[in-house]
């Protein structure tokens, strides 16, 4: 007698991974340099005392682009340790690049799907501030269920974080704003960290740690808002 067929639901991506053609320069970078500041997704905890040979905070952010905020996040602040996940292999490449050329120390690179990577390899209570800066917005109605911001998300987030640690999130689409926003309102364990919520909408103005992307600037040139929001964890 045959097994019946059981229907197992495929997780919903917050990404597609596109066929995006690296440089050379990229494709060099990723061959040669992934072993020294490559870390590799699995199954195992990571033990982050270890993949950066010091202990110190650790700074995670989630789908770094091509990855220069972050370089300069990591050159700007050498006390922090920071860890960026992309899924898209040219950004990868060419952050590693980058990475080299710097002689930056406190920078480590994955690619992988970060929440996989939080599920089964951030150690609870171990980040002291997770990144997500511009995901992607997914601006079609029948598509807002990629997006990333969920409350699923946000309690995986906070179980990551230390006590008072962030989660600090900025995108220039205005509804994906008002949606994080309203996600991150109703979850239990963070307080907003904006000044006045009332004035403000219950965001802030962008600190002065995160860099200005190229992309930001374009925007501004266009008149496009950025929303940045920050919750502490309580």
């Known amino acids: 007698m045959s097994s019946p067929e059981v ?3 495929r997780s919903i991506k917050s990404f597609v991974i596109r066929s995006g053609r690296m440089t050379a320069g990229q494709l060099k970078a990723y061959e040669h340099l992934w072993d020294k500041y490559g870390v590799e997704a699995g199954e195992s905890e990571l033990d982050f005392s270890e993949i950066f040979t010091r202990a110190a905070p650790v700074i995670l952010e989630i789908g ?9 996040m990591a050159e700007r602040y050498p006390e922090n340790n920071y860890l960026g996940i992309e899924v898209h292999k040219p950004g990868v490449g060419r952050l590693l690049g980058n990475i080299a050329e710097h002689n930056v120390s406190n920078l480590k690179v994955m690619q992988s799907d970060a929440v996989q990577v939080l599920k089964k390899q951030i150690k609870d209570h171990s980040l002291q501030a997770v990144y ?41 689409w205005e509804d994906y704003s008002r949606q994080m926003l309203k996600t991150m309102q109703r979850a239990s364990g963070f307080k907003n960290c904006a000044v006045d919520c009332v004035t403000n909408g219950g965001y802030i103005p962008r600190p002065d740690y995160r860099p200005v992307t190229k992309f930001e600037r374009r925007g501004e040139r266009l008149g496009h808002g950025v929303w940045d929001i920050l919750f502490k964890k309580i």
């Open 7 to 9: 229907n197992h639901p």
């Open 132 to 172: 997500l800066f511009f995901p992607d917005p997914w601006h079609k109605k029948r598509h807002h269920k990629r997006r990333i911001v969920k409350d699923e998300f946000v309690q995986l987030v906070g179980q990551k974080l230390q006590t008072h640690g962030y989660f600090h999130m900025a995108t220039d």
């Open 64 to 72: 770094f682009g091509m990855g220069d905020s972050l370089l300069a």
